[in-house]
């Protein structure tokens, strides 16, 4: 069973651009969930989204937004960057609602400059 | 609000010992999961273990164990065995059972482990 894909790997963007990055979870699993992961803030929650609907979000402001596809497929952009948006970004899946294992991507690691 | 506590910025260990990695967490929800994750250079996140609240037995899983005191609000991951590939950062994680908050996990700093040879 193919594992958790995170595409692009790695993506440099200048400042006041804007970035799509885009998470394949494990067939079968519903809940896809980013975080953002920085050396000063740690891992933190963006947002979930579970059959297409956002469950749940962070403490993140609006320039930070997804979606998800009926695919499962879900994607996270971020709008008018900021050298601090530089961090690895992790997505995670899930199968469901009550199921505890979350396995994770590679991650993307977005560099703003 | 949830919180988790890594007091340990980083530990040495030597090969073939043990090393327990200290978590404490912090929530009024009495249903919660605790879970520890293991990141290489390479930045995936690997699940290592998981222990339910609810739970009467510590778990375990091959070198990994975790050492949970309810009462302490304490969740140790502790590494049976180390070898020169546990070397990574670790996190402790945890999740509340409930609908409202989904699948979120709130991660501690996290514990960078080196093992020497």
């Known amino acids: 069973k193919a594992g958790v894909t995170q595409t692009p790997r790695y993506l440099i963007k200048t400042r006041g651009q804007q970035v799509t990055l885009s998470c394949s979870p494990i067939s079968g699993h519903r809940s896809v969930s980013w975080y953002q992961q920085t050396p000063g803030q740690g891992l933190q929650f963006l947002f979930e989204y579970f059959s297409e609907t956002q469950r749940n979000k962070g403490n993140f402001p609006g320039r930070f937004s997804g979606r998800q596809f009926s695919n499962s497929r879900s994607e996270m952009n971020v709008s008018t960057l900021e050298l601090g948006d530089s961090a690895l970004y992790l997505c995670a899946s899930s199968a469901g609602t009550v199921s505890y294992e979350q396995y994770f991507g590679p991650g993307t690691r977005l560099t703003v400059t | 609000a949830q919180k988790i506590t890594q007091t340990q910025p980083g530990m040495f260990v030597q090969e073939k010992e043990a090393v327990t990695l200290d978590c404490t967490y912090d929530?009024?929800?009495?249903?919660?999961?605790l879970f520890w994750y293991k990141q290489p250079s390479s930045g995936e996140m690997i699940f290592l273990i998981y222990?339910?609240?609810?739970?009467?037995q510590n778990a375990t899983e091959g070198r990994y164990s975790l050492n949970f005191q309810k009462a302490r609000k304490s969740a140790n991951l502790v590494i049976s065995a180390s070898q020169l590939g546990d070397s990574a950062m670790y996190f402790c994680?945890?999740?509340?059972?409930?609908?409202?908050?989904?699948?979120?996990?709130?991660f501690g700093a996290g514990t960078i482990l080196r093992v020497k040879s």
């Open positions: 222990q339910g609240s609810y739970d009467q």
């Open positions: 929530t009024s929800d009495p249903s919660y999961g």
């Open positions: 994680a945890m999740r509340v059972m409930n609908m409202e908050y989904g699948n979120k996990l709130v």
